[in-house]
Each structure stands twice: as C-alpha cells, then as structure tokens.
C-alpha cells in the first residue's frame, strides 16, 4: 500500500545517508569511495522509482542460502530511442542483423535505411546438413535422444579430418552428451577433446582456445564442445584449417523460465501476438546459430561441412546465413548419412585447406 511505500522510501533514503558518510570517510582515508550499503540503497530507490512501470520486471530467485532480487528493464526500443536522437546518424554493421526491419523496430530509430550486402561464399565453401529425426526440444535431453546425437556426431568425425567443434544449445544438452559418453567417443576417435564449461576463467578459455587452435598446425585433430550462448560460439576466429567443420546440438532457444517467459509477454504486449514471439524468442536463437556458424568461414579460401542437428531448423533456413540457404540438403540423423554426405562435399576437392 502507498503508506507501506512510503515508510519503506524513507528508511532507505535514511539508510542512504549512512552509506554516504563511509563514502566520504574513505575519500578522506585516501581510500576509494566505495559503500555497499550505498549500493544496495541505490538499488532499492530505483526499484521504488519503477514499480508499475510496463516493461520493468522484478524477479526474486533462491541460491542455496541467498535470496537474489534483480530489476530488469526489457524496454530496449524505449530505452535507446532517446541515445540515437543524440547523434547525427548512427551506422550498424553486422552478419546477424537481418532482418533489418525487424532489428530497427526493437531498437528504436525514428528513421533508417537498410541494405543487405551479400556474403562472397557459394556452394563450393559450405555444405549445410539438416538432420531428421534429432531434436533438443523438450525440458530436458532424454538418454536416447543423447545416444542419437552421439551416434550423428560419430559419423561427423569420421567425415571431416580436421578441427571440428561441436555447438551444443545449452550447457545443460553439453552435459547431456557428457553422461552418454562424448569425451570418450572423440578419444576414441584419435582427437584431442577441449571442452568449455560454465563459469570458465578468461586463462582457462584463452588456454583452451590456443590449445585446440594449435591441433591445426601440428598434425592434431582437435574438437572443441561448446555452447552456442558460450564466448567461443562468438567470440573467436578460426581462419583456415583452424575450424572446418561445426555440428549444432538443438536449435538455442532461452529455456521457458519466469523470465523469459516474461520477456515474451511483454514483447507481445508492444508488437503483437506473432512478432513479439518471433523478436523475443525466435530470432535470438537464430542469432546465436548464425554466429556460431560464422566461427568456421573467415575468408573466401576456407570451406566447413555445417551439420544442423535438430529437425526444427527446416523452418528456419531463411533467417540463417545465406551460405547455408545456397548449399543445403535435409538428411537422416544417423551416422551413416551425415558421413557420406560429408565426405562426398570434400571429396570434390574445390581446394586444399590453407
């Protein structure tokens, strides 16, 4: 109730204050001005400042014995309107912005003009498998849908000779894999496995990442396994031989949690039924393919055997990147299909990795 609101303001403007004193008392400690309690004021005063605005949500989440209260502000169009009013023009450059018309419209510009630049890669740098019959959906990967993908997986290897990595949608699908016997399968296979996982250290990524980039050029065969939401699906070149061969596990939508579920309502709210769905959930996930595929293809020289794993992704073929709209082909999801078409794309020997 308001009467509550206000008590509550006022207790913390008053615990504010005390936050500002040890801010000052450091200052003059030489110290630098930091105050938690400051901090956490702040925060509650603008919490009391946003209640019932539409757009901002509150979520409360338990973490073993800490409870954890975070505003979010999902009103990116809102938001950003007012920054690009204060520039003469901004210009936008990127290979996962498209469709253009749908990424003005969630970040605000009063005015835009928009051009697709077509990529210079044909048929001859990539061949894109979709596979049937695989598929993450669902809350969670059953073991034989598991057993399913290490066997697809097993025919990828056995295809593409060189540094592969394997995309998993989730840390939770990787894991998944993990359980059913991934590390072993690549070993078994005569390659060396770098795995990234959760909360990973910059050193350790940045070891990983030179270590499976190394196999390249010293007769190994490495096999990174990643997620496509991770810092390698985005993050990292690999030019040449560094990377010639990704398999996506699933397709990387946001697992239906209290806060995704409402982001969507409130994207549905401000641009409808169908469009809030497709700019809230849909083509996040299809941005985070798109790079994840792009890690492999730097320069016109380099060639990849894409396969992507998870039968959903024939209805979204049109909002991958255009290499994979001009070389694609559905195929079973077994090891057998995936290995002959894998290896009928390198056999036709358009050039020689650098």
């Known amino acids: 109730c308001a009467g509550s609101l206000s008590r509550f303001s006022g207790v913390v403007d008053a615990v504010k204050k ?39 949500a509150f979520l409360a989440t338990r973490e073993k014995r800490n409870l954890l209260v975070e505003m979010w502000d999902m009103r990116a169009s809102e938001s950003l309107r007012g920054v690009w009013r204060g520039f003469y023009r901004c210009v936008f450059c990127s290979g996962t912005l498209r469709p253009i018309h749908a990424f003005a419209e969630v970040i605000g510009p009063e005015r835009y003009a928009g051009k697709e630049i077509p990529s ?26 598991a057993q399913a993908y290490l066997s697809a997986i097993e025919g990828f290897l056995d295809a ?31 390659r ?20 499976f980039k190394a196999c ?3 007769g190994e065969k490495g096999t990174l396994c990643a997620t496509m939401t991770g810092r390698f699906a985005e993050g990292a070149d690999f030019p040449g031989r560094e990377l010639e061969g990704v398999f996506l596990v699933g397709v990387p939508f946001d697992r239906l949690t209290t806060r995704t579920k409402l982001y969507i309502e409130y994207y549905k709210r401000v ?4 469009k809030g769905t497709f700019y809230s ?9 798109s790079q994840s595929l792009g890690r492999a293809l730097r320069s016109k020289e380099d060639r990849a055997v894409f396969v992507l794993g998870d039968e959903r992704y024939r209805r979204f073929i049109t909002l991958l990147p255009d290499y994979v709209q ?5 195929v079973e999801g077994d090891k057998e299909a995936i290995k002959r078409e894998a290896q009928l794309f390198w056999a036709k020997g358009w050039h020689k990795p650098a």
């Not at 049937?132 to 849908?145: C, D, I, P, Q, V």
């Not at 001009?326 to 559905?330: E, F, I, Q």
Request: charged letters at 30%.
């Open 18 to 56: 005390a936050g500002v004193a040890v801010r000052r008392r450091r200052l003059e400690e030489g110290r630098a001005p930091r105050s938690s309690l400051y901090r956490l004021c702040c925060f509650w005063s603008s919490v009391v400042e946003s209640l019932g605005t539409e757009g901002i």
């Open 120 to 145: 210079f890669f044909t048929e001859k740098n990539a061949l894109s498998l979709v596979t049937r019959g695989l598929t993450t959906e669902g809350e969670e990967l059953k073991r034989e849908a």
């Open 160 to 190: 593409v000779d060189f540094n592969v990595a394997i995309f998993s949608a989730s840390y939770r699908v990787q894991q998944a894999l993990i359980d059913e016997g991934l590390r072993e399968l690549i070993e078994r296979k005569g």
């Open 192 to 211: 060396r496995p770098f795995f990234e996982y959760q909360g990973m250290s910059g050193r350790a990524s940045r070891e990983t990442l030179d270590g």
């Open 216 to 218: 390249a050029y010293r």
């Open 271 to 274: 641009y409808g039924e169908e």
């Open 281 to 289: 959930y849909i083509l996040p996930a299809l941005r985070r393919v």
């Open 326 to 330: 001009r070389n694609w082909k559905v």
